[in-house]
């Protein structure tokens, strides 16, 4: 018999191997990047529902894949994206529209990752949490809740919002934006038309698209959370079919796989908190094993 399954441990060093993983990306398309902000997108399944959490209770504590995981490869990114080259030069772009940036910013309820009837989204809850910290954080989906997610007019709509922040040349200009969105929209921000995508999941790959943002940002980077559980598989019945088999295919995303049930009793600051903690443990010299040392300026904070 194996042994016992330890969530703390787990999600110790699944925040650990995600934040290295996270970083050599990250340094690596600064340098690519030249003069020109990177792109750092986040796609996650922000969906539960009582099937899934029903689900997880017959299934052994390592083998669940809980949508709420995502909060930690959210909130890795950001951290990755602060250490790399600051605070100040970080912006945190989610799927929500402006209208919906009073409710977040003022969100004083529930910060569980386990969701509540009346919870804002957990995309939102990190969201509220980065603004309290300080963080500009700005709500790019124009078009959510306003028209059908089949209309093609929201995904271009997001991708021009998304594009400006890239194309800014004011003092503020960020040099890292960090997009915290549904793993639905990584197709349509790398340029499929979204009744393409829902025809042809399985078929397509991300090269075959023109990509939209390559005139706005000098690097892309695009990972998926959102592994098939059944959280994914009611949300593609009860959805239209998401493009499941897209977004977990490895040629259009970096795939972050959770390690199994999360610690019980999480806040959102408690996430935070941990990867922070990861962020001070992994010295500039243990993470010369991660990222080949460069002549660059790109250094992580001591």
């Known amino acids: 018999m194996g042994d016992a399954y330890d969530a703390q441990e787990a ?14 990306d990250l340094v690596d398309a600064l340098l690519k990047a030249g003069d020109k902000s990177v792109l ?30 995502s909060v930690y490869s959210d909130l890795i990114a950001i951290q990755v994206a602060v250490d790399t080259v600051g605070k100040d030069n970080v912006l945190i772009s989610i799927e929500a529209p402006p209208s919906k940036q009073e409710l977040i910013e003022n969100w004083d309820g529930n910060m569980s990752l386990e ?15 980065a603004h309290k910290q300080g963080f500009n954080v700005s709500y790019d989906d124009p078009l959510g809740g306003i028209v059908s997610y089949m209309d093609q007019k929201r995904y271009d709509a997001e991708i021009e919002a998304v594009g400006k922040h890239g194309l800014r040349v004011d003092d503020e200009a960020p040099k890292i934006v960090v997009r915290l969105v549904g793993s ?29 943002l390559e005139c706005a940002y000098g690097q892309r980077l695009f990972y998926n959370t959102a592994q098939p559980s059944v959280a994914t598989w009611e949300a593609g019945l009860m959805g239209g ?23 019980e009793g999480l806040e959102i600051k408690d996430v935070a908190q941990e990867i922070q903690r990861v962020s001070a443990e992994l010295s500039p010299a ?5 990222v080949p040392p460069s002549d660059s300026e790109i250094t992580v904070k001591p």
């Open 115 to 129: 969701q509540k009837q009346g919870d804002i989204p957990l995309m939102g809850k990190v969201a509220a949490y």
């Open 286 to 290: 243990q993470l010369n094993e991660i």
């Open 40 to 69: 750092l997108v986040v796609g996650e399944g922000h969906y539960g529902s009582p099937l899934n959490d029903l689900a997880n209770k017959v299934t052994p504590d390592k083998y669940e894949n809980p949508p709420q995981s």
């Open 11 to 24: 999600y110790q060093e699944f925040a650990k191997e995600t934040y290295g993983t996270m970083r050599g």
């Open 241 to 263: 079919g998401a493009p499941i088999d897209y977004f977990t295919n490895p040629a259009n995303a970096t795939q972050i796989d959770p390690l199994g049930a999360l610690p």
């Open 184 to 212: 639905a929209h990584l197709a349509m921000l790398q340029g499929h038309k979204v009744k393409d995508v829902y025809e042809n999941r399985s078929s397509l790959t991300k090269d075959q698209a023109e990509d939209p």
